[in-house]
C-alpha cells in the first residue's frame, strides 16, 4: 500500500499538542497507525513537546507524592504483553475502538442515493462519520464552511483535484468544493471529520441537511 496524501505539518503539531476536536483526533490517529511516513512526524513532534517540557521550569508537588503514585502502580493489574493490537478487518485499531468492532459493528442510515453513513460519538466541537459509498456513485458536490477532513479504509473515490486510495487523507477548506465519486470496482468506505456544516450548492442535499446532520 503506497499512501500518497498525507496529513499536513499544522494538524500533526496540533494532534501532538493535544488541540485537535475529538473527531480530528481520531482521523489523524487512524490514518497515523496505517502510515509510516506520518506516524515517525508525529514522533518528531511530540519530541519537540518533551523538549519544551524538559526545560520548563518545575513545581514542586508534595512531598508524599511520588510514593502515593508508585503505591497505585503496584495496586494495578499486570498487564499481559502479548501480541501487537491487531487490525479489525477494514479499521484500523483506533477506529475499530470507537465503533466497537469491525463493519459488521457499524449501523448504517441511508444518505440517498446507496451513500449510507454513520455518525461516530465525539465531542460536539467537531464531527466524526463513516460514510459508505458504492462503487461508481457521486457524493453530492459542496463547499465547505470549515474544515473536512477524509480518510479512505476501503476502495477508492476521485474528484476534480486527485485520486485517493485506502490511507489516503484528502484535507478540504473553504476553498474547496468538489464532487467526490466512489472509483468503479469496490464500493468505497472513508471516515470523515467535519468542523462546520457542509454547503451544498443542490436544494435537496440542503433541506435534507439538518435531517442528516452534515
Ligand atoms: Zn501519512
Given at each position: 500500500?503506497?499512501?500518497?496524501h498525507?496529513?499536513?505539518?499544522?494538524?500533526?503539531?496540533?494532534?501532538?499538542?493535544?488541540?485537535?476536536?475529538?473527531?480530528f483526533?481520531?482521523?489523524?490517529?487512524?490514518?497515523?497507525?496505517?502510515?509510516?511516513?506520518?506516524?515517525?512526524?508525529?514522533?518528531?513532534?511530540?519530541?519537540?513537546?518533551?523538549?519544551?517540557?524538559?526545560?520548563?521550569?518545575e513545581?514542586?508537588?508534595g512531598?508524599?507524592?511520588?510514593?502515593?503514585?508508585?503505591?497505585?502502580?503496584e495496586?494495578?493489574?499486570?498487564?499481559?504483553?502479548?501480541?501487537?493490537?491487531?487490525?479489525?478487518?477494514?479499521?484500523?485499531a483506533?477506529l475499530?475502538?470507537?465503533?466497537g468492532?469491525?463493519?459488521?459493528?457499524?449501523?448504517?442510515?441511508k444518505?440517498?442515493?446507496?451513500?449510507?453513513?454513520a455518525i461516530?460519538?465525539t465531542?460536539?466541537?467537531?464531527?466524526?462519520?463513516?460514510?459508505?459509498?458504492?462503487?461508481?456513485?457521486?457524493?453530492p458536490?459542496?463547499?465547505h464552511?470549515?474544515?473536512?477532513l477524509?480518510?479512505?479504509?476501503?476502495?477508492?473515490?476521485?474528484d476534480?483535484?486527485?485520486?485517493?486510495?485506502?490511507?489516503?487523507?484528502?484535507?478540504?477548506?473553504?476553498?474547496?468544493?468538489?464532487?467526490?465519486?466512489a472509483?468503479?470496482?469496490?464500493?468505497?468506505?472513508?471516515?470523515?471529520a467535519t468542523?462546520a456544516?457542509?454547503?451544498f450548492?443542490?436544494?435537496?442535499?440542503?433541506?435534507?441537511?439538518?435531517?442528516l446532520?452534515?
Open positions: 500500500m503506497t499512501i500518497r498525507h496529513l499536513s505539518d499544522q494538524l500533526l503539531m496540533a494532534y501532538a499538542a493535544g488541540q485537535l476536536p475529538e473527531a483526533n481520531l482521523v489523524v490517529a487512524t490514518h497515523v497507525s496505517l502510515c509510516d511516513e506520518c506516524r515517525a512526524r508525529a514522533a518528531s513532534f511530540d519530541a519537540v513537546g518533551g523538549v519544551l517540557l524538559e526545560e520548563a521550569d513545581i514542586a508537588m512531598e508524599d507524592a511520588l510514593a502515593r503514585a508508585l503505591e497505585r502502580i495496586g494495578l493489574p499486570q498487564a499481559t504483553r502479548s501480541e501487537p493490537l491487531k487490525p479489525a478487518g477494514i479499521f484500523p483506533p475499530a475502538d470507537y465503533v468492532g469491525d463493519l459488521s459493528a457499524v449501523r448504517w442510515r444518505v440517498g442515493g446507496g451513500v449510507k453513513q461516530l460519538p465531542g460536539k466541537d467537531a464531527s466524526a462519520r463513516l460514510l459508505y459509498i458504492p462503487a461508481g456513485t457521486a457524493v458536490d459542496h463547499g464552511r470549515g474544515m473536512e477524509t480518510l479512505v479504509l476501503q476502495g477508492a473515490f476521485a476534480e483535484n486527485d485520486r485517493f486510495d485506502r490511507g489516503d487523507i484528502e484535507i478540504a477548506d473553504e476553498e474547496v468544493e468538489h464532487t467526490p465519486v472509483l468503479a470496482g469496490e464500493d468505497c468506505i472513508c471516515l470523515a468542523d456544516p457542509l454547503r450548492r443542490g436544494l435537496i442535499p440542503r433541506l435534507a441537511q439538518p435531517l446532520r452534515i
